[in-house]
């Protein structure tokens, strides 16, 4: 089982619909979480971090399960710059030893 | 504001050259790191470093060398290259301890060994 997994996609979604995906990690031990959005050729961009009560910003949501060790992403009434491949990253630490695991990214198609 | 500054955006290498990548950022972060990213896989950390003179080894670290020049500048340097690491190449960094704090990245390197 990889690390830290999200359903590779493409989602391809009507334009203002709802849509969320879900991205699982195996350390139960894992910290920190965020989300980030990579568009295609560009560097990832961070879309919003994942506290433990859920955040919402705008159209966007995250949670975290942290008893079936996953952090999910809601999309609300999504638009076509949404179009985008989204990206979780999960922190743990032991001691002095860091763990930054990202996932492949979930490719998001918004269609017109 | 510039943010995270990596140069080149391109190179071509032969097999067994070797070159520097230059990342720099101007907002005073502490912590910065270096990544390489292959299609249809996650980034991976190649090395990290949590301060000014400090460096540790991430998931990838074999056939690259980073140093932390001072608090602006991270440079990853490939010492022999191999077609293996033909990979797109991202610096990144972000405020206090590693990892904890959301990362700020640069627009990507792309090396290519032939």
Redesign the interface.
Same mark, same amino acid.
């Given at each position: 089982r990889k690390e830290v997994e999200q359903d590779p996609g493409p989602f391809n979604v009507p334009e203002g619909a709802t849509v969320a995906f879900n991205c699982t990690y195996s350390n139960s031990a894992s910290q920190s979480f965020f989300w980030y959005r990579q568009d295609c050729r560009k560097e990832p961009k961070l879309l919003m971090s994942v506290y433990s009560s859920g955040n919402e910003d705008g159209r966007f949501t995250a949670q975290l399960n942290r008893a079936s060790q996953y952090i999910s992403l809601l999309i609300r009434d999504s638009k076509l710059s949404d179009s985008a491949t989204y990206l979780c990253v999960v922190y743990s630490s032991r001691r002095s030893n860091y763990q930054l695991i990202w996932g492949a990214g979930t490719k998001l198609i918004i269609k017109p | 504001n510039a943010g995270v500054t990596q140069t080149p955006k391109f190179q071509v290498l032969k097999t067994g050259q070797s070159m520097t990548l230059q990342c720099a950022q101007d907002m005073n972060h502490n912590s910065m790191?270096w990544?390489r990213q292959d299609p249809?896989?996650?980034?991976?950390?190649i090395y990290?470093s949590a301060s000014e003179g400090t460096t540790?080894k991430?998931?990838v670290p074999n056939g690259y060398n980073v140093s932390r020049l001072n608090k602006r500048e991270f440079s990853l340097r490939l010492e022999s290259a191999a077609p293996s690491q033909t990979s797109v190449y +991202?610096c990144a960094s972000s405020e206090g301890t590693?990892?904890?704090q959301?990362?700020? +990245?640069?627009?990507?390197t792309r090396l290519s060994i032939l």
């Open positions: - | 790191y990544y249809g896989m996650g980034l991976r950390l990290y540790d991430g998931e +991202f590693i990892g904890n959301p990362q700020h +990245f640069g627009d990507g």
